[in-house]
């Protein structure tokens, strides 16, 4: 097992450094950098623009830069933000924390929602509330993202105000307590969260009810009912014990999905996490944070695969060997 | 839920939730109660504090303006804090730019103008108490122009030889030349405080933008309390600012909102009392809300189409003054804008400023025109498929447009259509900016979409200077007579004894299109009239923002 | 459930994804006016659905588009034609209107769904974009499934170095940043249709692939695969003989939800402005146009956004359609939760 483990984990560090390397010669050959970024009303003298080459060390070779910047994060220097002067290693972190709130609270939503809805349609499979729940969870997963945002805005922002219409924190939030900060925090993170949970809850739901279905026509259950036990015990103690763990891998993969940036609920919320923070690196060409963000990002994504892998190993011998 | 005892209990909790919003915070639409019908302006004047919430879609980059990119927001917010020598007033559409004192309560030039002299104000203190001095201008000027700072506008300084500190209250700049911009290029940039970012030397400042928000002291009438760019910065009164009774808010938010519909929703929500710049898509709904306010005015800014000269199609002026004349400017901007707020662009110095030479006149929408110019080139559509060809080619470019820039493109959507009815086949393509700025400075383009700030100054050299291909002149336009022309006219010291000749250049450009301009629209702010005596215009949005006001009720 | 019925949910499925091909292959004959067409924007923008304007084609080659004209005799001017154009009244004199007839004009615009802020016909974009946002789907999902049988197959049957090469490979694909890759693509050149399929297709087979590789592996251990191997068959024929028709099920299931996806994410990079430019009309950019004018013309988000919504649904019911009448015991659950993983990195699952 530990050697499946060793085994993968490099493999994971190989792909994290080939990601990379692919990431900093695409980026460099997009057309336009940071010295070029004009602005309507200035414009930047050749002289100029030169001198900013020479200061962001963008006037070498290409394979020096590089061999410099990954000797740099060797070290675990991350370099500089163009657009923002500050180390990059800060703003990253700075937006991770964001991300992680959003993405732990979408999750929850996600399973709680999965989870109920999934055993309400599983005890009574065929029924009226069956394929209601069926029928919503498609609609659901049918639309695009930005649309459930902007219909939520719409209709909890303007038409009946009782929700922020975006953001993390409301204005006044450095003159309140930390209960009422929290609380301010909680009220920003119900819309975003609520849409982007219900978006997925929909494969959830299908996950639990056919997984439960599956469970509760083996014998044990069918002894456990013909032994007495209440049909509720029989559903959430002895059936859904079995029927979870497999939901477990799935959470995990979700997770860091979630985490690798929704860059479209950021936009349309004004969440300040990774995802919108990498798509403005991008476009202003800041060379070390898109580089940064884009670590921190396939870090996630490697991670949940090597998560998941491991968890399939422990349940399934077979794939160690492989 | 297990226990149905949990039940009131959890509704209680719902409904505490949902309504402890309240009281925190600034309110507004939040607590979903009605709102107060509009009141007129306070006839008792100004109330001190309150505070305003300002919106952007951008995040300001840091406090150091010399470092971090200059985008809009941050020129904004530094002004705030640091202010300059003198004030420049939005005049400038009547006649060249006055300004009023600011740090500085007075100047004067020597008779050769090489030389001026400024007197600084006696009350003006850093928020530490440190008075401003003498050496916190010279300290600015050498920061400005140091190479590892590399400021984007280091250029302006280019003719300044040196700052002289005559004592602590007065200094001298002394120029190499003279020309008609001494004045604006000196009073470029906020005055920094030499006695606190003089600690880190100059080639450490790139990188550290951190470091000068942690060490911050300010002239102005606001001070940081908060700095959280992705969502919002807070500025609190700076008690020691020189102007005794300003600002009159106790605190303004810069919030960050990246998706202008969001924007524009929290406008409407009172979560955000001031935009400065609406879609004109959103005017009427602005203008039928009795608690906002639509503050709309001249922009100096123009777009126009770029045929890059470099393209065989477009080397010929004749030829550019038939694709002028095949399209419909007049339906363009009746389409694209609402109501009056855009006109056809005449010239590139926009119609609200004295320099514009009033004896000129759009070309009018003339497709047969445009039509016949062309044949008598040698455009003929041989195989009938619509399109004009000569010797074998057909007249097709690419129009690119830059993403992000809505009116753009839609402009080259309907450029598309109407160069159509002539025979000419245009591709409107959308680009991310940063590209299209490549393909511009690179000169690799067909033809593209793009706007201009007009300077102040009247100074064209830019985008029409033979040598400016990089800058602003993107299509290679080539001109001796106008380079020499916009050195005559920058070099007289009264710009106003320019105007025959600025009258001149705008003749030459109106018969060469180098450009084919479009438009030039005003912007639209929008504030909720809580929130009295704003008046952003061309400058600044915040232009007097130590003077804006709210009702006392908040 | 008897065989012989097709259940409901792939008579459903077939039937919406059936409608909606059929209205995009149709397009040309069901589109009342040419795509582009902008005959007189400033009076017929913003349009609401059932609009019919009169139109009226003038000497000079231009169009005027009025709510209402009147022919008149003898007037001031002599005959000619009254318009009722922008709230105001427009007199023509006869010679400058081509299209004269006795009662008005002989042509007319009839705008079913309303217009966009050109004053362009929306039914008829809807049509077009319909044909552009399917094409991407299916041939996306054609390159996908390609990719992914091929590249799944080969790791299932090529050996251990072979298996452990491609997946690494598979692994990278996944890993490297999507949204990168298209801010990237659109800098360097606006992605057309061609193009967008290409990159969507070549970044979203990884999730086919895994599922290949499991199933030709499962089902290659089975008895009659090593008796074909026993033979002598080569491994190419058994593999297109034997192995992929049994493992067709789930993955033509899972290829159906990707149709699915593949249109939502289309429409999502519209949404952050990376997707298919304007003028190529898609669902995805004419919801986010509309959106910007929302309180204008709630109709040009709406009926874009009905449409996607249709069409997404009808697959991944036809897909849910297909196993109940396929494989009833295939855990589409499962298949349903791994294809999120279709969907690549710094993008969300919606």
Same mark, same amino acid.
């Given at each position: ?8 984990l490099?493999a ?10 692919a ?14 970024v004009?602005l309507?009303?200035?414009?930047i003298?050749?002289e100029q ?5 020479r200061v ?12 410099r ?5 060797a070290?675990?220097d ?7 002067q ?8 700075d937006? #991770? ?5 959003l993405?732990? @609270?979408?999750?929850?939503?996600e399973q709680?929602?999965g989870?109920v ?11 009226a509330?069956?394929?209601?729940i069926r029928?919503?969870?498609?609609l ?9 945002g ?5 209709l ?5 105000p009782i929700l922020p219409?975006?953001h993390?924190?409301s204005?006044?939030v ?5 209960g @009422?900060?929290?609380?301010? *925090?909680l ?8 849409v ?6 929909g494969? #959830? ?11 509760l026509?083996?014998?044990y259950?069918?002894?456990?009912r @013909? ?9 959430w ?25 929704a860059l +479209?609920?950021?936009?349309v919320f ?9 798509f ?9 944070l ?12 490697l ?7 491991v968890?399939?190993?422990l ?6 060997d492989? | 839920?297990r226990?149905?005892?949990?039940r009131?209990l959890?509704?209680?909790?719902l ?6 919003g309240c ?9 979903g109660?009605?709102t ?15 505070? #305003?919430?300002?919106?952007w879609?951008?995040a ?6 010399l470092i971090?990119?200059?985008? &809009?927001?941050t020129t ?8 300059q ?9 009547e006649h060249?730019?006055t ?9 004067e030039?020597?008779p ?5 002299? /400024? ?23 050498q ?20 700052v002289?500190v ?14 008609a911009k ?5 009073n470029e ?12 030397p100059?080639p ?5 933008a951190?470091?000068f ?18 969502q919002?910065v ?12 300003l $600002?009159?808010?106790?605190k303004?938010?810069i919030?960050?909102?990246?998706d202008?519909a ?6 409407f929500s009172?979560?955000?009392?001031f ?11 602005i203008?039928e ?5 639509l ?7 123009y777009?126009c189409?770029i ?7 477009? @080397?010929?002026?004749?030829v550019?003054?038939?694709?002028t ?7 363009i +901007?009746d ?13 590139p ?12 006149? $759009? ?7 445009s ?5 008598s ?13 000569k ?5 097709s ?14 402009a080259?959507?309907?450029?598309q259509?109407? *160069?159509?009815?002539?025979g000419?086949?245009a ?9 299209l ?10 033809a ?5 700030t007009?300077d102040?100054?009247?100074d ?6 033979s040598?400016?291909v ?6 290679a336009?080539?001109?001796p ?5 916009m ?9 106003q004894?320019?105007?025959?000749i ?17 438009w030039?629209?005003q912007r639209l702010?929008?504030?909720?009239r809580?929130v009295?005596d ?5 400058l600044f ?6 003077d ?5 009720d908040? | 459930?008897?065989?012989?019925r ?7 499925g ?13 397009? $040309? ?7 582009s ?14 609009t019919?304007?009169?139109a009226?084609h003038?000497?000079d080659?231009?169009w005027r588009?009025a ?14 034609l ?7 009244r427009e ?6 209107v081509?299209n004269?007839?006795?009662?008005? +004009?002989?042509?007319r615009?009839?705008?079913?769904l309303g217009t ?7 039914w ?10 399917l ?6 999902m ?5 990719l992914?049988?091929?590249?799944g197959s080969?790791?299932?049957?090529g ?6 090469l491609?997946?690494?490979?598979v692994d990278?694909i996944?890993?490297?940043? /999507?949204?990168?890759?298209m801010i ?7 992605p057309? =249709?061609g193009?967008?399929i290409l ?11 895994? *599922? ?8 290659a ?6 008796a ?5 068959q ?11 028709p049994?493992a067709?099920?789930?993955i033509l299931?899972?290829a ?7 249109? *939502?994410l ?6 952050l402005?990376?997707?298919i ?8 950019n004419? !919801?986010a146009?509309g ?5 204008q013309?709630w109709?040009?988000? =709406?009926?874009?956004?009905?449409a996607?919504?249709?069409? +997404? !649904?009808?697959f ?6 297909l196993?109940?009448?396929l494989?009833?015991r ?11 993983s279709?969907?690549? &990195? ?5």
């Amino acid at each position: 097992m530990i050697r499946f483990i060793l085994r993968r984990l490099a493999a994971s560090l190989l792909l994290l450094y080939l990601v990379l390397t692919a990431t900093f010669f695409l980026l460099h050959l997009a057309p336009g950098s940071p010295a070029t970024v004009i602005l309507e009303d200035q414009r930047i003298s050749a002289e100029q623009r030169e001198n900013l080459r020479r200061v962001y060390g963008l006037d070498r070779p290409l394979p020096v830069q590089y061999a410099r910047w990954l000797s740099a994060v060797a070290r675990g220097d991350w370099g500089t933000s163009f657009s923002q002067q500050r180390p990059v290693k800060r703003v990253v972190l700075d937006a #991770v924390p964001a991300t992680m709130i959003l993405a732990v @609270a979408a999750l929850l939503v996600e399973q709680a929602a999965g989870l109920v809805f999934g055993i309400v349609a599983a005890r009574r499979p065929g029924s009226a509330a069956d394929h209601a729940i069926r029928v919503v969870s498609l609609l659901l997963f049918s639309q695009p993202g930005f649309w459930l945002g902007l219909m939520a805005i719409l209709l909890f922002s303007l038409a009946w105000p009782i929700l922020p219409a975006g953001h993390m924190y409301s204005v006044g939030v450095d003159e309140m307590g930390s209960g @009422a900060r929290l609380l301010d *925090l909680l009220r920003h993170l119900i819309l975003p969260a609520v849409v982007l949970g219900l978006a997925e809850a929909g494969s #959830v739901v299908r996950y639990v009810r056919s997984s439960l279905l599956d469970v509760l026509g083996q014998e044990y259950i069918r002894a456990a009912r @013909a032994k007495g036990i209440s049909e509720r015990r029989v559903v959430w103690v002895h059936a859904l014990r079995n029927a979870l763990p497999p939901l477990i891998q799935v959470m995990a993969i979700s997770l860091i999905s979630l985490l690798s940036g929704a860059l +479209v609920m950021e936009v349309v919320f004004s969440w300040p996490g990774i995802g919108r923070l990498t798509f403005d690196a991008i476009l202003s060409r800041d060379y070390p944070l898109v580089l940064a963000a884009t670590a921190f990002s396939a870090v996630m994504v490697l991670a949940a695969n090597l998560m998941a892998d491991v968890l399939h190993a422990l349940a399934d011998p077979r794939v160690r060997d492989e | 839920m297990r226990s149905r005892s949990a039940r009131p209990l959890f509704a209680a909790l719902l409904v505490l939730f949902l309504t402890a919003g309240c009281d925190g915070g600034k309110g507004g639409g939040e607590d979903g109660a009605a709102t107060p019908a509009p009141r007129p302006a306070s006839a008792l004047g100004p109330q001190r504090g309150g505070t #305003v919430v300002i919106g952007w879609t951008a995040a300001p980059t840091g406090v150091n303006e010399l470092i971090t990119q200059a985008t &809009a927001i941050t020129t904004e917010l530094v002004r705030q804090l640091f202010p300059q020598l003198l004030q420049e007033q939005p005049d400038f559409e009547e006649h060249p730019p006055t300004f009023r004192p600011l740090l500085a309560r007075s100047y004067e030039w020597s008779p050769d103008r090489k030389t001026l002299t /400024f007197h600084l104000r006696e009350d003006a203190v850093w928020s530490d108490g440190v008075p401003v001095t003498a050496d916190d201008v010279r300290f600015t000027w050498q920061a400005e122009t140091h190479p590892d700072v590399a400021w984007d506008s280091a250029y302006m300084k280019e003719h300044i030889t040196d700052v002289e500190v005559v004592n602590p209250k007065t200094v001298r700049f002394h120029f190499a030349k003279v020309y008609a911009k001494q004045l604006e290029d000196v009073n470029e940039g906020g005055i920094l405080p030499s006695h606190v970012w003089g600690k880190l030397p100059f080639p450490q400042w790139r990188g550290n933008a951190d470091w000068f928000r942690e060490h911050l002291v300010v002239s102005g009438p606001f001070n940081v309390s908060s700095w959280d760019p992705q969502q919002q910065v807070v500025l609190v009164r700076n008690p020691r600012y020189f102007e005794k009774d300003l $600002p009159h808010l106790d605190k303004v938010v810069i919030r960050n909102v990246a998706d202008p519909a969001s924007l524009i929703t929290q406008l409407f929500s009172g979560e955000v009392d001031f935009v400065p710049q609406v879609q004109p898509s959103e005017m009427k709904s602005i203008q039928e809300d009795p608690r906002l306010r639509l503050i709309p005015y001249w922009f100096r800014l123009y777009v126009c189409v770029i045929w890059n000269e470099r393209n065989p199609l477009f @080397a010929d002026a004749d030829v550019r003054r038939a694709l002028t004349l095949g399209i419909d400017r007049q339906t363009i +901007v009746d389409t694209l804008f609402p109501g009056d707020i855009a006109r056809v662009a005449v010239s590139p110095i926009v119609q609200s400023v004295w320099a514009f030479d009033r004896s000129l006149g $759009p070309l009018p929408y003339d497709p047969r025109e445009s039509r016949r110019i062309l044949e008598s080139k040698g455009w003929k559509d041989s195989n009938g498929d619509g399109i004009l060809d000569k010797n074998g080619k057909p007249f097709s470019f690419v129009l690119l447009s830059n993403a992000g820039n809505q009116q753009r493109n839609d402009a080259s959507v309907m450029i598309q259509e109407q *160069l159509k009815q002539v025979g000419i086949r245009a591709e409107p393509r959308v680009v991310e900016f940063n590209s299209l700025v490549n393909d511009a400075t690179g000169g690799t383009f067909d033809a593209m979409v793009f706007g201009f700030t007009m300077d102040t100054s009247m100074d064209l050299t830019a985008q029409f200077g033979s040598d400016s291909v990089e800058e602003g002149n993107f299509g290679a336009y080539k001109n001796p007579e106008i380079d020499r022309l916009m050195v005559e006219a920058m070099a007289k010291p009264q710009a106003q004894d320019a105007k025959p000749i600025f009258d001149r250049i705008q003749q030459i450009l109106h018969r060469d299109q180098p450009v084919t301009l479009l438009w030039e629209s005003q912007r639209l702010s929008a504030i909720n009239r809580r929130v009295h005596d704003a008046r952003p215009n061309v400058l600044f949005s915040l232009y007097n923002l130590e003077d804006w006001w709210v009702d006392a009720d908040r | 459930m008897s065989s012989k019925r097709l259940p409901g949910s792939l008579r459903w499925g077939i039937g919406m994804t059936g409608l909606v091909l059929l209205a995009a292959l149709a397009a $040309p004959l069901l589109a009342p006016y040419s795509l582009s067409e902008q005959l007189d924007p400033v009076a017929a923008r913003y349009r609401p659905p059932g609009t019919v304007l009169q139109a009226v084609h003038l000497a000079d080659g231009r169009w005027r588009l009025a709510d209402r004209v009147e022919r008149i005799a003898d007037g001031l001017e002599g005959n000619g034609l009254v318009l009722e154009r922008l709230g105001r009244r427009e007199i023509l004199p006869e010679a400058q209107v081509l299209n004269l007839t006795a009662g008005g +004009v002989a042509d007319r615009r009839v705008f079913l769904l309303g217009t966009d802020k050109f004053g362009r016909d929306l039914w008829t974009r809807m049509l077009y974009g319909a044909r552009v946002s399917l094409a991407v789907g299916m041939l996306s999902m054609a390159l996908a499934l390609t990719l992914g049988v091929a590249v799944g197959s080969a790791a299932a049957l090529g050996g251990p170095l072979a298996d452990a090469l491609l997946m690494r490979t598979v692994d990278a694909i996944i890993s490297f940043p /999507f949204l990168f890759l298209m801010i990237l693509l659109s800098a360097l050149f606006a992605p057309g =249709t061609g193009a967008m399929i290409l990159i969507l297709g070549s970044v979203t087979w990884t999730g086919i692939c895994r *599922l290949t590789r499991a199933e030709v592996r499962g089902l290659a251990r089975r008895e009659f695969a090593v008796a074909a191997r026993a033979i002598g068959q080569t491994p190419i024929k058994i593999l297109l003989r034997h192995l992929l028709p049994n493992a067709l099920t789930p993955i033509l299931i899972r290829a159906t939800l990707l149709i699915g996806n593949l249109i *939502l994410l289309e429409s999502s990079l519209s949404f952050l402005g990376l997707g298919i430019q304007a003028p190529t009309p898609t669902w995805g950019n004419m !919801i986010a146009e509309g959106r910007e004018a929302l309180s204008q013309g709630w109709w040009i988000a =709406t009926f874009p956004g009905a449409a996607l919504a249709v069409t +997404v !649904i009808g697959f991944n019911l036809l897909a849910d359609g297909l196993r109940d009448f396929l494989d009833p015991r295939l855990d589409l659950a499962r298949l349903d939760l791994e294809t999120r993983s279709d969907r690549p &990195a710094m993008l969300p699952p919606s």
